[in-house]
């Protein structure tokens, strides 16, 4: 494939060598990563609580600034897709699949199995179960994309720079210098945190399809199943990433948004409704008033609480860290033509909403059953926790199936995502990069993927994609300065520009009186 860069041969090398690990020694990969994920939890739990912050006041700055009037794009480009489309893109993959299953495990491990700082199965509890999903699902999350998205978006559609990580640092080190090893070294990390997420979902994904299926229609929970199930979707988002990005995924993530809020619906009617409406008004005014709390909460004097931050939102802020290559990537490719305001309010507060909505109907919908002692759901695994959940409402054989096609569409749409920004990242920042280049990283990606599975690697795997966002962290902070330094140029020169162009626009005045 002449039209790849040699980022595409660092990264499938390293891949190959993890991959290699994970399949020879899975329980050495584990045991070497989740010691080094340990360390970084403990020894940086403040820097990623205070950069995460940083990022997001950032966020919130651009809103209301003169920068907010800037377009993601050229003055008279306009947005390539519709207000709901967009939305319903950018939340597909920024979500995805997690949101289907977390919407209710979470809120339940919190409420009784592992509670931020109460009771289990307290009142206090149940409340602060539901505002620390908030909290872990909301625009801490989307300021993290942001920043990378909008760095992308801006040097790409309006400088027209390479659509790649190591571009958007140009203002900063030079182009030399990001078109050097430097540069190659930024891109290949960024397409090592992608390759090795997407894989890690894709083998989770599998497991989780498998086991709703198996609950719901016993048919076999096995590595054979899950390949099948593996094979399946590959076929599907290949399809639909050969389509193109305004076809294929386009159109599965407006279905799958209709069939998300349908589902919504429908467990919102048959569920305990007033519940659900008391608990979200209830903790989203928690959240609002703990805001600050949460964010910096780090528990130095417990020990207990300190570790249940390590497991949770520390991770979670790693986690979408590690993710903001691929979701940032994706975001800019679909944000061209709207202004700086408009794509910050977009990306930040809307899809936070939708996830703070899910959070109440299926949180509260969990919560209610083990609350009244109906069924047991915390002793039940993630992958059916959800399943578990809607059996026991009317019309629950109905909503499991809309699920687990919900879950499928997910599934190929977050890996369709992946296969073009893989395809960018190894084009020198194409934004229409060849199908072969899509096809060939989304074979890599499932059959990684099937391996990981096969051979249990993916918790090593995972801990790998945590350890690969602490110095991608580094670059996103230097992404924000650099958008920062060019914006504040360009703010200075257009009155510069206006006022040429008025006392041109005078002199050839004065000559024609």
């Given at each position: 494939?002449?039209?790849?860069?040699?980022?595409?041969?660092?990264?499938?090398?390293?891949?190959?060598?993890?991959?290699?690990?994970?399949?020879?020694?899975?329980?050495?990969?584990?045991?070497?990563?989740?010691?080094?994920?340990?360390?970084?939890?403990?020894?940086?739990?403040?820097?990623?609580?205070?950069?995460?912050?940083?990022?997001?006041?950032?966020?919130?700055?651009?809103?209301?600034?003169?920068?907010?009037?800037?377009?993601?794009?050229?003055?008279?480009?306009?947005?390539?897709?519709?207000?709901a489309t967009w939305f319903a893109m950018l939340f597909s993959a920024g979500m995805g699949i997690g949101l289907v299953f977390w919407t209710t495990a979470e809120p339940i491990s919190h409420a009784f199995k592992s509670p931020p700082g109460a009771e289990a199965g307290s009142n206090e509890a149940i409340r602060q179960s539901l505002q620390y999903s908030f909290f872990h699902w909301g625009i801490h999350a989307w300021a993290v994309y942001g920043v990378v998205a909008l760095a992308l978006a801006y040097f790409k559609f309006r400088k027209d720079f390479p659509g790649l990580i190591s571009a958007t640092l140009i203002p900063i080190f030079g182009e030399k210098s990001m078109k050097g090893m430097p540069g190659r070294l930024i891109d290949t990390l960024t397409v090592f945190a992608t390759v090795v997420g997407v894989a890690s979902t894709l083998g989770?994904?599998?497991?989780?399809?498998?086991?709703?299926?198996?609950?719901?229609?016993?048919?076999?929970?096995?590595?054979?199943?899950?390949?099948?199930?593996?094979?399946?979707?590959?076929?599907?988002?290949?399809?639909?990433?050969w389509s193109?990005?305004?076809?294929?995924?386009?159109?599965?993530?407006?279905?799958?948004?209709?069939?998300?809020?349908?589902?919504?619906?429908?467990?919102?009617?048959?569920?305990?409704?007033?519940?659900?409406?008391?608990?979200?008004?209830t903790t989203l005014g928690g959240y609002i008033a703990n805001f600050f709390d949460m964010s910096f909460r780090l528990s130095p004097l417990n020990e207990q609480g300190r570790t249940w931050i390590d497991s949770?939102?520390?991770?979670?802020?790693?986690?979408?860290?590690?993710?903001?290559?691929?979701?940032?990537?994706?975001?800019?490719?679909?944000?061209?033509g709207r202004t700086i305001k408009e794509f910050m309010l977009g990306v930040l507060f809307v899809p936070a909403l939708v996830c703070f909505i899910f959070f109440a109907v299926f949180g509260v919908s969990a919560i209610n059953i083990e609350q009244n002692g109906i069924d047991a759901i915390s002793n039940y695994s993630l992958e059916t926790t959800t399943f578990g959940v809607l059996q026991h409402y009317p019309l629950g054989e109905i909503m499991s199936l809309i699920t687990i096609v919900v879950i499928a569409i997910f599934f190929i749409t977050s890996a369709d995502s992946a296969t073009f920004v893989l395809g960018m990242l190894t084009t020198s920042g194409s934004i229409n990069p060849a199908n072969s280049v899509k096809i060939t990283w989304g074979l890599a990606m499932s059959a990684?993927?099937?391996?990981?599975?096969?051979?249990?690697?993916?918790p090593g795997l995972q801990n790998m994609l945590i350890i690969a966002a602490l110095p991608f962290s580094v670059v996103m902070l230097l992404m924000g300065g650099s958008f920062y330094k060019a914006a504040k140029q360009e703010i200075v020169k257009e009155p510069r520009r206006r006022d040429r162009k008025k006392k041109k626009q005078e002199e050839l005045h004065t000559k024609i009186s």
């Open positions: 494939m002449k039209e790849v860069s040699s980022v595409f041969w660092y990264a499938l090398a390293i891949c190959v060598v993890l991959v290699v690990w994970g399949a020879v020694a899975p329980e050495h990969l584990q045991t070497v990563s989740s010691d080094v994920t340990s360390y970084i939890s403990e020894a940086f739990g403040w820097y990623y609580l205070l950069i995460i912050m940083l990022l997001l006041a950032f966020c919130i700055y651009l809103i209301f600034s003169r920068f907010g009037k800037i377009k993601l794009g050229k003055e008279d480009d306009k947005p390539e897709f519709k207000l989770f994904g599998s497991a989780q399809i498998n086991g709703g299926l198996s609950y719901l229609f016993n048919t076999p929970n096995t590595f054979g199943m899950q390949l099948l199930i593996l094979a399946v979707a590959t076929v599907l988002f290949i399809f639909s990433a193109g990005i305004g076809k294929g995924i386009k159109y599965l993530s407006n279905v799958n948004m209709g069939l998300g809020f349908a589902l919504l619906l429908m467990l919102f009617i048959v569920g305990p409704t007033l519940y659900i409406l008391n608990m979200f008004t949770w939102t520390i991770f979670y802020w790693a986690w979408w860290v590690s993710w903001a290559p691929f979701v940032g990537i994706f975001i800019a490719r679909i944000s061209k990684m993927a099937a391996i990981i599975v096969y051979f249990g690697g993916t």
